[in-house]
């Protein structure tokens, strides 16, 4: 059966009527970020923020449209809201406090992320192993991938199928014992996602709420470099248990690390500590380590910033080839020092987590 085109897609969505306007949502111009391959869609459907939720009829109607096309073979859409200019505007009152946020997702005893303030330091990489080590001490364990733009999942656990779905619900997919879900399972891996802040948001909203994750144990995120939308949008969202931050033993990616622990001071997320990746190199033919990238600094930022060290990794070709197969070196290897290294970050984790839970944060402008 021959998949959907776009055009495809438009002429379906272009028979949805917005009740608020009578036009249809493509005549409107409020379908953004669609993106199709080997027959799952995904878009967005942008509103007046005013309509808020009010609008999830017409995202629902979307849905069902795309889903009747011939050729599709499942449909993500997700309610956006964006406030164009128009004109003069008072002065916003200064507010006080943000709303109460939700609890949390049901079924999922604990949330943690894995973050980076920059890219390039092998934070997926920690993240996927972690995930896998944290499930081969008997716990249930979910992944979510939340770097929107730049997915790296798909690739470390070389999962090239789609998500199926359980009526409204995403259903993650398996793999290596772990719940794995990433917006890179609906796009090719040379396809840029170019979606603005609400879009991105409400992606991974769609992603902690509408996807089966229960019953977990632990759901690890692997968050996006920096300290963005995305990691605001997850910090407020749920109930972190707390934050393991990678970085790098040099100097530049340390001063990146504490842009990190900053962001989580701030939204009142825990630190769990920081991990050195790339920590020395060890070469394949001889043995000899060299300390390419400086050695200890994480270490030292660890004990200067007061929060746990949780060890290093080194920089081998064996975990770099393990993640490129698709098969990360806790499996591929697991009786090596590499994947003992991602234990003993995985038993630290796991006694943090075992402490009491926390709310999830407000965000106070003074």
């Not at 390039?120 to 733009?149: E, F, M, P, R």
């Not at 701030?266 to 020395?280: A, R």
Request: include cysteine; glycine fraction near 10%.
């Amino acid at each position: 059966m021959a998949h959907a085109t776009r055009e495809d897609v438009l002429k379906a969505l272009d028979q949805v009527i917005d009740p608020v306007s009578g036009r249809s949502v493509v005549q409107q111009d409020i379908i953004q970020g669609l993106v199709l391959r080997d027959g799952n869609v995904g878009f967005a459907v942008e509103v007046d923020p005013r309509r808020g939720r009010d609008a999830e009829p017409l995202r629902q109607a979307c849905e069902v449209a795309v889903a009747g096309v011939p050729g599709v073979v499942s449909v993500t859409a997700v309610l956006t809201a964006h406030q164009e200019a128009a004109g003069p505007k008072r002065p916003a009152q200064p507010q006080r406090s943000a709303p109460p946020q939700p609890a949390g997702i049901p079924g999922v005893n604990a949330i943690i992320a894995v973050a980076s303030g920059k890219g390039g330091v092998g934070k997926s990489t920690v993240a996927a192993n972690l995930a896998i080590a944290l499930g081969q001490l008997g716990l249930k364990v979910g992944l979510l991938d939340a770097d929107i733009y730049g997915p790296s999942v798909p690739r470390l656990f070389d999962i090239r199928e789609k998500p199926k779905t359980s009526g409204k619900k995403i259903v993650p997919i398996e793999k290596f014992g772990i719940k794995i879900m990433s917006l890179g399972f609906l796009v090719r891996e040379d396809e840029a996602v170019v979606w603005r802040g609400p879009m991105v948001q409400s992606a991974l909203t769609q992603m902690l709420d509408d996807s089966t994750w229960a019953p977990l144990d632990i759901l690890v995120i692997d968050m996006p470099p920096g300290t963005g939308d995305a990691q605001l949008t997850i910090s407020q969202r749920v109930p972190l248990r707390g934050a393991v931050i990678v970085s790098t033993p040099q100097d530049l990616a340390l001063i990146d690390a504490r842009k990190g622990l900053a962001m989580f001071s701030k939204t009142q997320v825990p630190v769990l500590g920081i991990i050195e990746n790339m920590s020395l190199f060890v070469c394949p033919h001889c043995g000899q380590e060299s300390h390419i990238f400086g050695h200890g600094g994480a270490r030292s930022e660890a004990a200067r910033m007061g929060v746990p060290f949780l060890g290093e990794i080194p920089l081998v070709s064996a975990i770099r080839e393990t993640s490129d197969s698709g098969r990360p070196i806790v499996v591929a290897a697991p009786d090596g020092k590499e994947a003992q290294a991602f234990r003993v970050l995985a038993s630290e984790v796991a006694k943090s987590v075992a402490s009491a839970p926390r709310q999830a944060p407000r965000i106070v402008l003074e």
